[in-house]
């Protein structure tokens, strides 16, 4: 089953760009790499996906190796309210759809 | 567009209770998920559904069992509650096809005394 594994934590000057690092490098060729965030005890917030290339939202950029073992989480503006575990997340087929395994994930901190 | 609602968001039980979680979800999905969260871990699968009528076994699945009569609803039941099962629980659902983003409730804190 494809793995990440992530830094337990890291911390972010307020206005500065955070990036949260993953190496994923069991992933097989078709399989996307899935960004999520929990605040608090809050449900998970999806951010951002990528199966190859390098992806862009509202929210954050993703840039993925071009041997695709690993990918960055960019969030150009960290603010206080990007405080929050950062989940990377690859998933694997199983029985007609697919698990998503979450490791612990990043705690990010983002200072005042 | 409420997403996915679980209910109840609290509840206490004694050892040996039973009860249901309730997950509703109004985007059509086809997939559907329960996950638990312990303090300081991340989500693990306990059970999920690929359609109505269907379901299967994820990492934890000792202990619960699931139902999806309608393709809106994933409920989640504990017939003999344990101490170990005091978690967080969440419940998400994804389309399908396509990159099957995965869309979470706010979750449901249940604790076993």
């Known amino acids: 089953d494809a793995k990440t594994t992530q830094p337990p934590s890291m911390d972010c000057a307020e206005g500065r760009a955070a990036n949260l690092p993953c190496n994923h490098s069991t992933i097989s060729g078709n399989e996307y790499v899935y960004w999520y965030r929990q605040i608090h005890s809050q449900g998970p917030q999806y951010i951002i996906h990528g199966l190859k290339n390098n992806e862009t939202n509202e929210m954050a950029s993703l840039i993925i190796t071009e041997d695709r073992k690993s990918s960055t989480l960019i969030l150009p503006h960290a603010t206080l309210r990007d405080t929050a575990v950062y989940y990377c997340i690859v998933r694997f087929p199983t029985s007609g759809t697919y698990k998503y395994i979450f490791g612990t994930g990043t705690r990010l901190k983002v200072l005042a | 567009n409420a997403g996915v609602t679980q209910t109840p968001k609290f509840r206490v039980l004694k050892t040996g209770q039973s009860m249901t979680l309730l997950c509703a979800q109004d985007m059509n999905h086809e997939y559907m998920y329960w996950y638990r969260q312990d303090p300081g871990m991340g989500l693990r699968l306990i059970h999920y559904?690929?359609?109505?009528?269907?379901?299967a076994k994820g990492e934890v699945p000792d202990g619960y069992n699931v139902s999806r009569l309608k393709k809106q609803n994933f409920l989640l039941g504990l017939e003999s509650a344990a101490p170990s099962q005091t978690s967080v629980y969440f419940c998400?659902?994804?389309?399908?096809?396509?990159?099957?983003?995965?869309?979470f409730g706010a979750g449901s804190r249940l604790t076993v005394l």
């Open positions: 998400a659902s994804s389309y399908a096809g396509g990159a099957n983003v995965l869309t």
């Open positions: 559904s690929v359609g109505e009528g269907t379901t």
